[in-house]
């Protein structure tokens, strides 16, 4: 439920591999992982971030189904979706509820979990993009003797 993008268009379009790479899901761990970063580089500045605070955030990088739940909960109650991920991050990882999104906006976590979304399609684009050309480029050598009749304005040339 929570790990394909949904929509028309994806939906008879989109490859398995992007409909993940635009799923809820993947977003939501996305924004854990950015979390994980800034509280590891707060601890490394010398922050009141401990290390044991980091290492409750990496082992709940993974967003279950009961995380997903929990959140919805929240956001129900918070009306805004960053909040009722920062508070479901904090139930499972209570030590670091504390420290969590400390010193981000909503927009930096949206913004920038977008921004590595986007990088992830355009990546995936592009090597199937060279798997096409070599596709392509393999038809044009295998075939390249064989006569073929051409065609203009409809008609035979």
């Not at 761990?29 to 970063?37: D, I, K, V």
């Not at 082992?59 to 959140?71: G, I, N, P, S, Y």
């Not at 918070?78 to 990882?93: E, P, Q, R, T």
């Not at 993009?129 to 006569?147: C, K, M």
Request: aromatic fraction near 6%; proline fraction near 3%; glycine fraction near 4%.
């Amino acid at each position: 439920m929570h790990d394909r993008y949904a929509s028309p268009l994806a939906e008879r379009n989109a490859s398995e591999q992007m409909l993940r790479i635009w799923s809820a899901r993947h977003k939501f761990m996305l924004w854990r992982r950015l979390w994980l970063a800034l509280a590891r580089a707060q601890h490394e500045l010398g922050l009141h971030v401990t290390a044991e605070q980091v290492d409750e955030i990496r082992e709940h990088l993974e967003v279950t189904d009961k995380d997903m739940a929990r959140a919805a909960e929240h956001e129900k109650r918070l009306k805004h979706d960053v909040m009722a991920h920062v508070h479901a991050l904090g139930d499972a990882a209570p030590l670091a509820r504390p420290i969590l999104h400390l010193g981000m906006t909503s927009q930096d976590i949206v913004c920038n979990a977008d921004l590595l979304i986007q990088q992830e399609s355009l990546l995936l684009v592009i090597l199937k993009t060279v798997r096409l050309v070599g596709s392509l480029a393999d038809f044009a050598l295998r075939y390249r003797d064989l006569p073929t009749l051409g065609w203009t304005h409809f008609q035979p040339a």
